[in-house]
């Protein structure tokens, strides 16, 4: 059963990348064609939405360390399945990259430039946003927009809940955070997303990976903490685990924007 779900992971998430990253890389700029970001947007929304229903039934279709976190965090996820889990959807991601980098190298000139925003799809804050947006704006944005695709998520997939089209509803999220985020960091709410592209791009992207971890995790973790105590379902060290997160996080983006993030926020 654990193979199962694990195979159903590294394929979602391989998904997820290929056809999101992809996009990104190959059709977004293309010269009197190109789909632009409503395109990258709609192809990493519909990754989701397909893979919900083909393997979502095997593996409860996470396909991102953070909603794996949020539903660990919420209860609705074993501890001991936590970090199986993470190393196949990062292990998928990863592999995914590597397709796209292996495609990508069949054309003539191609390099990856790690000193541009974007490079190989990838995410960045400050020099490296698309549109230049500080550390703090994108740890929020990162932050948020996972807060509520998690959201979406736990209520779309409630026993109250017609299931049916959850996997419609999640990836016309995913869909939306990308039309609002591109621009300020190409998107993640997804570390194993992020992880992959760092990986090959080297250089600040991979030196940034870190936010791309906590903003999103923190996020989710937020977000099952306040569904599950509306809900009366929360543990007590759940509820302790989660109250010392959200306590730190405003902290954190501050300390952060005064000492990593100075010097790629504008003046």
Known sequence: KIMKKLLAEFF??????????????????????????????????????????????????????????????????SAKELLPYIIAQCVGAVAAAGTLYTIASGKAGFMIDNT??????????????????????????????????????????DKFANGKFAGIAIGLALTLIHLISIPITN?????????????????????????FWIAPILGAI????????????????????LFIFESLTPILILLCNRTLGRRFCKK
């Not at 059709?27 to 192809?43: E, H, M, R, T, Y």
């Not at 993640?188 to 940034?208: I, M, T």
Request: contains cysteine.
């Open 12 to 77: 979602g998430t391989y998904w997820l990348v290929f056809g999101g990253c992809g996009s990104a890389l190959f059709a977004c700029n293309f010269p009197g064609a190109g789909i632009g970001f409503v395109g990258v947007s709609l192809a990493f929304g519909l990754t989701v939405l397909t893979m919900a229903y083909a393997v979502g039934h095997i593996s409860g279709g996470h396909f991102n360390p953070a909603v794996s976190f949020g539903l660990w965090a919420g209860g609705r996820f």
């Open 116 to 157: 541009k925003a974007g490079a190989f799809a990838s995410n960045g804050y400050g020099a490296f946003s698309p549109d230049g947006y500080s550390m703090q704006s994108a740890f929020i944005a990162e932050f948020a927009l996972t807060l509520f695709f998690v959201l979406i998520i736990l209520g779309t997939t």
């Open 187 to 211: 998107t993640s709410v997804n570390p194993a997303r992020s992880l992959s592209q760092a990986l090959f791009v080297g250089g600040e992207p991979l030196s940034q990976l870190w936010m």
């Open 222 to 241: 937020v977000c099952f903490d306040q569904y599950y105590i509306k809900k009366r379902k929360r543990k007590f060290n759940h509820f302790l685990f």
